[in-house]
């Protein structure tokens, strides 16, 4: 059983940056891929990052350019830095982990507006 638990939301004004983490309560190297979703009011959950155990990473179209995902194995560790945020970024940002099967974090909030 892994648990994830994430931090580093809130409220920032457009053209801002913020930073999430995600800890994971497993080691990093039973922990394949890791990342971040996110869902908007009436909107699906789609993929912001991910990045797996060998360092390959993936980002949606829309943060391309402005969202860097990281990671710490020896923290057990996954950071999302947010530049140039815009009121479309507004949404729960969920942290997920790929191990022997998915395991999601509760959601954190983060608000773009003036």
């Known amino acids: 059983q892994v648990q994830l638990v994430e931090s580093g939301g809130g409220l920032v004004q457009p053209g801002g940056s913020l930073r999430l983490s995600c800890a994971a309560s497993?080691?990093?190297?039973?922990?394949?891929?890791m990342g971040w979703y996110r869902q908007a009011p009436g909107k699906q959950r789609d993929l912001v990052a991910a990045?797996?155990?060998?360092?390959?990473?993936n980002y949606g179209d829309s943060v391309k350019g402005r969202f860097t995902i990281s990671r710490d194995n020896a923290k057990n560790t996954v950071y999302l830095q947010m530049n140039r945020l815009k009121p479309e970024d507004t949404a729960v940002y969920y942290c997920?982990?790929?191990?022997?099967?998915?395991?999601w974090g509760q959601g954190t909030q983060v608000t773009v507006s003036s």
């Open positions: 497993a080691s990093a190297f039973s922990l394949n891929t």
């Open positions: 990045r797996t155990s060998g360092g390959a990473t």
């Open positions: 997920f982990a790929v191990a022997d099967r998915d395991y």
